[in-house]
């Protein structure tokens, strides 16, 4: 099992900015991304990279996210720009074998916006 270790988040205003980072012990995985969770609604993909730097996107955070990741360090970080009241939720890390499956994930932090 992979184990994966967030940090960043916390409270900012809106217009702000905040960087998430994931580190994943073990072997390099394919897929590490982040989705995320606000209270009463559905777990949703943020943005997601393979190890080759293929990305993708959620609608709601295109243009405002940008999604990166370390190969060496086997850390994948989402720079927050333009933070907006609606993109308060737990982030959660993931580690996978392909894009859009989930094998592994963190523990989620908190990324708090105010108006």
């Known amino acids: 099992q992979v184990q994966l270790v967030e940090s960043g988040g916390g409270l900012v205003q809106a217009g702000g900015s905040l960087r998430l980072s994931c580190a994943a012990s073990?072997?390099?995985?394919?897929?590490m991304g982040w989705y995320r969770q606000a209270p009463g609604k559905q777990r949703e993909l943020v943005a997601a990279?393979?190890?080759?730097?293929?990305?993708n996107y959620g609608d709601s955070v295109k243009g405002r996210f940008t999604i990166s990741r370390d190969n060496a360090k086997n850390t994948v970080y989402l720079q927050m720009n333009s933070l907006k009241p609606e993109d308060t939720a737990v982030y959660y890390c993931y580690a996978g074998r392909y894009t859009f499956v989930v094998d592994s994930w963190g523990q989620g932090t908190q990324v708090t916006v105010s108006s």
């Open positions: 990279i393979t190890s080759g730097g293929r990305a």
């Open positions: 073990g072997s390099i995985i394919n897929a």
